[in-house]
């Protein structure tokens, strides 16, 4: 008998924790996460930093995941940032995220400094992370989980961004949609990026 199909569904709190897990395993020798996460005890601080991120997602944005636990995708929204900014406020989440990103705190700074000329002006979704563990891929469950969501954006008539240092990656998205709006190396031996933006396939009227 063939293996069941996963099933896509909404995340709920409870998969938080193996949720932030598959993404730390899946982006354990990630170009960008190597260049602006401390080395020591790499994989730990990768899993708290997701927990962090899929938090987010889920209170303010979409977070979907396979029901067998082994692909996850998480959006925020433009339209959420000043609750964004509130939730890491309130919860100290900026100076948790500077404690993880440990000795490369300042590639950090030199990220979010490189990219802020790109940043898009109208409303947007943002692909914050996607993942699928290393055992599983292959098998189409990156697309399966980005699709609820971008049949949403689809819906809404609403456009997306995201930013990836993986050409294989690259492949990936564009087939789905996205195209390259710009491409730049990070600073001090930083990682390439490619900067990609999906319009809606069914504008709002």
Known sequence: MPDAVPVIRRAVAADLPW??????????????????????DHRQRLEQLYGIYLKVALQLGQLWVSDDAAAVAAWTSSRSAAAQDELFERDGLIERIAQLSGARIDNVARGIEALLPYAPRDEHWVLAAVGVLPA????????RVLEPALA???ARGEPAVLDTSSAANVRLY?????????ELDMPDG??????MR???LTPRR
């Open 19 to 40: 949720a932030a897990g598959a993404l730390a395993e899946a982006f354990a020798d990630y170009a960008w996460t190597r260049w602006v996460v401390d080395e020591r």
């Open 136 to 143: 599983r891929q292959g098998e189409g469950l990156g697309t």
């Open 152 to 154: 949403d954006l689809d």
């Open 174 to 182: 564009e087939r789905l949609g996205f195209v390259t709006t710009a």
């Open 190 to 195: 930083g990682p390439h990026v490619w900067l």
């Open 198 to 200: 999906r319009e809606p």
